[in-house]
């Protein structure tokens, strides 16, 4: 079906209904557009036609002077209307009812009960009819409206099946961005805006525009696409693709076809993952095609997976199938040599059925055998066989066409395969000949494409080398001539020179789209480009760029041993060289890859050599990281009284550079000093000024993690429901722009904060969705929090074997990380737990191996806990002298220094005071309960609402005991 603009859409279906002046101002935009633009204005067709009606039915519009009414029906004759979705001709649907009938199941909640359908996986091998069914869905389903977003094997371009989609949507031309493109664009955007009747997402959608165009190779100047850091692009652009489909939806219900899924980029597999999260109430669906055993569908938190596995025709099946393409009823012989020769596979046995009619082998229904039985005829070996000899008895010059087309890739342009072919014969005129029109299929916007993948194959792998090197060159100038200005292909571009085996025109190709991906943030596939580069070129100094491209690349994947590489080989490239600001920006990045790995001392180094470089030069922007670097090292050192100048003279060098997201994240730093040094007023008056920069650099990320700093400040400080005021706002903030990462932090700290609350339910259906996201996205960090804090939940709930089975699994998965900090919390929880069940021997075990990870870190407090613990067990065993004396080392650590850094004080207070009551240490309990009853208490103030409060004095076990012990006195 046409797809309508959301407005108009909405304008001839009455949902939303407008007035007449609305309508008025619609049609008069629409006739202005066609009139205006009449080239692009054919996408909008259907649209154009509504307006004019409208204006005939006798309401009073605006109709511009320069409207023909003719242009429609030259349009009918001339240029059909794109449409976002093609259809397969010329092949029969068999044997698919079964199937048929479970797609429908799953895709019933997006037209029927407008709610989202999740993720529907069609599974075959290649020539099994994929996407025939899904034709035959699209054909089912009216009032839905599908986007069709094809993966191309030979395009790794990040977000590219998106990036097909969006062009059709917003009405693009196939060659260089023109007026009309644009006009075309910011038509429809306005027009989906407008149609939008959620205003929080109106706003979404307009901060998603630059982005949006970005995607389809527009750059609107002065916008905030051009504002951001490239760090944040990659997020806005899933957050643009995610907010169109949200309101498209809500529109009309919406089902995204990723074709050969199996294809897909690293990027576009994110994105899928990302489109599928908290959307349950928008009626939309992703449909993909793959083939078995590549492709892994993501972990889907809140939406429906479903999956069809597509099996071979049997012998009724391919006796129907071969019946429809002979209008008769084939033979037993046919039928038999049809399943033995193509396997029950339908696009083989039609395509070997097209072969056997061809070469006169079949007639009436029967094979023409002339004296061999059925399986001894002479046939191509395979499919690929089947299809080249199909393919040679096409007339020259349409055999020489498709080779060309072929080169372009599974879809290609009209105008790019002009330029490829030459002269003045028209392309568009073969392409529609009936011999062509078997191989390939128009597709809309002035794009054709192979009628299935195999085609492809075989139309490309029939060529000879050289020829294939002479057709990629050509489309290499083709493509660089017709590319626009603003976003230049170069990744097709360097493609093409790379298969024509022009490596030193390849390498410069690869660096441009490596860069390209990088400015976009598309860290895979810039990666990949830089790697080839680097492959072709042995020139020195484009081989000290590439190394530049891929060591940044490789830094912000985290991909810390080839970055180390890189970083050899670029100072490797730049010795004895003389080029200050060059030696700077790589001892710039030696600092930052030392601070990844934990090198401190050399970060210092590297910062220090980077900062007097850096100075010699007057380049104050890359002197204010150096000192931002220098400072960040010492004060993950401890040393934060050294660092704090460092960072100061940072912030005001950014502040002279113009550098806000230097300043911001050197704000951070000062608050995270102040926090560490308890000053806590101090850090939340650094933390407003940084999240002012970040709100003004529209980094959202960075503005949750100030949020959440926030959040700790207040948890620390006993203020538990600002605690969760923060953490809940934070948790919004990354679900609004899918940052999962964030969002595992934000659920596990609320989880932490019902858990000091005591509320254990609460606790743990938070840990379980960090626990969740933390698997999906691979962050085997905080799946071992989650897990041991879970396993804490139930340990104060006196569920021992429960909880001993999540410390273990969290102890398993320390086996594979190297986090010796959270391995000494879960060895102190483990030995506590063991303690309480009475196994001394094995508690033991786990609490020295706790008390030496905690001893060699030089955390002092945080061994407090383990110590006390350590008591515990003494005193479960008998003996009372050690545990005395541990007791007593505990209770005056505390009373010196405070419960700062100590993980559960009151708990501590509590094995104190148990253990000197037990042995008849009067005074000593009497000091150790004043103590710990005056914290409780304290904390017990700050919690304004009178039932949490209620819950944090009765629910906790030992803060129930103190409060018993205290009143009995």
């Known amino acids: 079906m046409e797809h309508l603009a959301p407005a108009l859409h909405t304008f001839l279906n009455e949902k939303h209904p407008p007035n007449d002046d609305d309508r008025n101002r619609h049609a008069t935009f629409y006739l202005a557009w066609a009139a205006d633009y009449p080239a692009t204005a054919a996408a909008e067709a259907d649209n154009v036609a509504a307006a004019w009606r409208w204006v005939q039915s006798g309401h009073q519009v605006d109709v511009p002077a320069h409207w023909d009414p003719t242009w429609l029906a030259r349009l009918e004759r001339g240029h059909p209307p794109v449409v976002l979705a093609p259809t397969v001709s010329g092949q029969v649907l068999v044997g698919r009812a079964t199937e048929l009938a479970h797609l429908r199941t799953a ?114 100047p002065d916008s905030l696409y051009a504002r951001v850091q490239r760090e944040q692009r990659r997020q806005h652009f899933y957050a643009a693709i995610r907010a169109l489909a949200r309101a498209e939806s809500l529109l009309q219900p919406l089902i995204i076809h990723l074709e050969d899924a199996h294809w897909l980029d690293s990027e576009s597999r994110e994105l899928l993952a990302t489109l599928l999260r908290n959307v349950a109430a928008y009626p939309f669906a992703v449909v993909a095609t793959v083939r078995p055993s590549r492709f892994d569908p993501p972990a889907l938190a809140d939406a429906p997976l479903h999956t069809v596995a597509l099996q071979p025709l049997d012998s009724a099946g391919v006796a129907e199938l071969a019946a429809a393409h002979l209008h008769g009823e084939p033979g037993r012989g046919l039928v038999e040599l049809l399943l033995l020769r193509a396997g029950g596979n339908p696009f083989h046995t039609e395509q070997l059925l097209i072969y056997l009619r061809s070469n006169g082998l079949v007639a009436g229904g029967e094979l023409v055998t002339a004296g061999a039985s059925g399986p001894d005829i002479p046939l191509p070996l395979d499919i690929h066989n089947v299809l080249v000899a199909r393919l040679g008895r096409l007339q020259g010059d349409a055999r020489s066409l498709l080779a060309h087309a072929s080169v372009l890739g599974q879809e290609f342009s009209v105008d790019e395969l002009q330029s490829v072919v030459g002269g003045e014969n028209s392309v568009r005129g073969a392409l529609e000949e009936e011999s062509s029109r078997e191989i390939v299929r128009p597709v809309g916007s002035g794009r054709y494409a192979f009628n299935h993948a195999l085609f492809h194959a075989a139309t490309y792998d029939s060529q000879f080398d050289a020829q294939k090197q002479a057709y990629h060159r050509k489309a290499a100038q083709a493509i660089a001539s017709q590319s626009g200005s603003e976003q230049p292909d170069f990744a097709r571009i360097a493609h093409h020179w790379d298969k024509a085996e022009d490596q030193q025109r390849a390498a410069v190709g690869y660096l441009a789209a490596g860069d390209q991906a990088q400015e976009n943030y ?181 503005l949750v993690r100030c949020n959440n700093l926030l959040g700790t400040i207040a948890a620390v400080e006993g203020d538990i429901e600002r605690a969760i005021g923060y953490y809940n706002a934070s948790l919004g903030m990354c679900r609004a722009v899918d940052w999962p990462w964030g969002e595992i932090y934000c659920s596990a700290r609320l989880g932490d904060c019902h858990f000091d609350l005591g509320d254990y339910e609460a606790c743990r259906s938070l840990h379980q969705l960090a626990l969740m996201l933390a698997r999906n996205v691979k962050d085997r960090m905080a799946e071992v929090v989650s897990l ?16 001993r089975q999540y410390f273990n699994e969290a102890l398993a998965l320390h086996d594979t990380i190297d986090y010796p900090r959270g391995r000494a919390f879960v060895e102190t929880h483990l030995g506590q737990l063991l303690a309480d069940m009475e196994e001394t021997e094995q508690a033991g075990i786990h609490l020295y191996n706790a008390l030496a990870q905690r001893s060699s870190s030089g955390s002092k407090a945080a061994a407090v806990d383990t110590e006390a613990a350590l008591a515990w067990m003494d005193m479960a065993r008998g003996d009372t002298e050690f545990a005395a004396e541990r007791a007593r080392d505990v209770t005056a650590w505390l009373d010196e220094n405070g419960i700062a850094g100590v993980e559960l004080p009151l708990l501590v207070y509590w094995q104190c005071y148990a253990i000197f009551r037990m042995i008849g240490m009067a005074d000593d309990a009497a000091r150790t309960l004043a103590a710990g009853y005056k914290l409780l208490q304290s904390r017990a103030e700050r919690i304004k609402d009178p039932g949490l409060r209620h819950g944090f004095l009765h629910n906790i076990a030992h803060h129930r005991h103190i409060v018993a012990m205290w009143e009995m006195l």
């Open 522 to 702: 598309f860290l895979r596939e810039a990666h990949g480009y830089y790697s080839r580069g680097l492959a072709l070129t042995n020139d020195n100094h484009q081989r000290l760029d590439f190394y530049l491209g891929r060591e940044r690349v490789n830094h912000w994947l985290g991909n810390r041993e080839e970055q180390r590489e890189d970083l050899y080989r670029l100072t490797e490239l730049t010795v004895g060289s003389e080029d200050s600001a060059q030696l700077a920006d790589i001892s710039l990045r030696r600092a930052t890859f030392a601070l990844a790995v934990a090198d401190y001392s050399l970060a210092v180094q590297h910062a220090q050599g980077a900062a007097k470089l850096a100075a010699s030069i007057y380049d104050q922007a890359l002197e204010a990281q150096a000192y931002h670097r220098w400072g960040r090292a010492l004060w993950q050192q401890g040393r934060g009284e050294s660092a704090q100048p460092l960072l100061r003279r940072a912030l005001r060098l950014a502040d002279s550079a113009k550098r806000i997201d230097v300043q911001a994240v050197c704000l951070y730093d000062l608050a995270m000093l102040a926090y560490y040094a308890d000053q806590y007023d101090a850090a939340r008056t650094q933390i407003a000024k940084a999240s002012a920069l970040f709100e003004a650099g529209h980094d959202k990320h960075n």
């Open 788 to 803: 041991d804090t879970i396993g804490l939940s139930y340990q104060f709930q006196g569920a021992f074997e429960q909880a």
């Open 107 to 220: 895709l019933r909640p997006v037209g029927k009960e407008k709610r989202n359908g999740g993720l529907v996986v069609i599974s075959a091998p290649a020539g099994m009819g994929k996407t025939l069914l899904v034709d035959r869905l699209q054909q089912e389903t009216a009032g839905v409206v599908w986007f069709y977003c094809p993966c191309d094997e030979t395009n790794r371009q990040s977000l590219y099946p998106i990036r097909h989609g969006l062009r059709r949507y917003f009405g693009q031309t196939s060659g260089p961005t023109s007026n009309d493109d644009l006009a075309a664009f910011h038509a429809r955007m306005d027009d989906l805006i407008q149609a939008t009747g959620d205003e929080s997402l109106r706003g979404e959608l307009e901060e998603a525009r630059s982005f949006l165009a970005a995607l389809v190779d527009i750059v609107l």
